[in-house]
């Protein structure tokens, strides 16, 4: 499981490497994906920017989807189309947690829902909704 | 305004400047390390911009942009509008944001982000955003979101 784990982190684009996000660990639903806090990714004084919380929630996206992929036929590429998200808490100076659930997933296209939380994960900081396209080996 | 005081800056009711704030905002924090710039601002809107870096890319076998630096840049540009649009600073956090990606910033492209406030309310502003890589006839992302004001918030 841990090898998975550090597969699906060399996933990750340089942009989540540069953030510091990494995936923590597997759990009954999913990949983790943990950022740890940094200026880096601090907006308005004493809380994180809505970007960085962002950034954070489509990589959560991406693993879960890769996963997915890996464990239905083997991982393809897959393109964002696009994302809408709902802040609901401001993000404090500390670690931030995030997780996708793919709501469905079909040939050429998935649904993916991911949420963002610190402390306490029944109490989200934000949460996403993405569509993104899978290409196939054919050039779908 | 003293651009070296973030307290100053960002009192409310503080008249607003886009280039002045943007001078301060991108020096700290999110900002500073995307390297967030002043572009350009009109009536009700203001542009800025992020140059491409290797560090920002999102896929490493074509060197596009993350999309989330674009969401970074359309979130700080259609906020700045809004304070534009008022005509002063006024604590406000984004409710939501929509991105629909046309396509990716190409790797090597500056990337600029337009924010657009079309209507304010008392609480809330109305917002859309258009991403381009320097002609905005050609977008590769647009946006829309909502503003909420904060009420009683201390600088």
Known sequence: MNHFRDDLTALLPPYAQSLGMFVRHMDGTGPVIEMPFDQKIQGRPGFLHGGAISGLLEMAAIAAIHQALIARHGDAPIRQVNVTIDFMRGGLPQTSYAAGTIARMGRSMANVNARAWQGDPEKPIATAQMHYLIKSAQGG | ?155
Request: with cysteine; net charge negative; charged share 20%.
């Open chain 2, 1 to 155: 305004m003293d651009i070296e005081n973030p307290v100053s800056t960002f009192t409310e009711g503080t008249p607003f400047d886009p280039e002045l704030v943007n001078r301060f905002m991108s020096k700290f924090g999110h900002g500073g390390f995307l390297n967030m710039e002043y572009s350009q601002h009109g009536e009700d809107w203001v542009e800025l911009a992020i140059d491409w870096r290797d560090d920002l890319v999102g896929d490493p076998g074509t060197g596009v942009m993350a999309s989330a630096v674009v969401i970074s840049l359309l979130d700080n540009a259609t906020s700045m509008s809004i304070w534009q649009k008022r005509g002063a600073f006024v604590p406000q956090v984004t409710m939501d944001l929509r991105l629909d990606y046309l396509r990716p910033s190409p790797a090597g492209k500056r990337v600029y982000g337009r924010g657009i406030c079309y209507h304010i309310s008392r609480k809330i502003g109305f917002v859309r955003g258009i991403a381009h890589n320097g002609d905005l006839e050609d977008p590769l992302a647009y946006a829309s979101g909502t503003f909420i004001r904060l009420e009683g918030w201390q600088s």
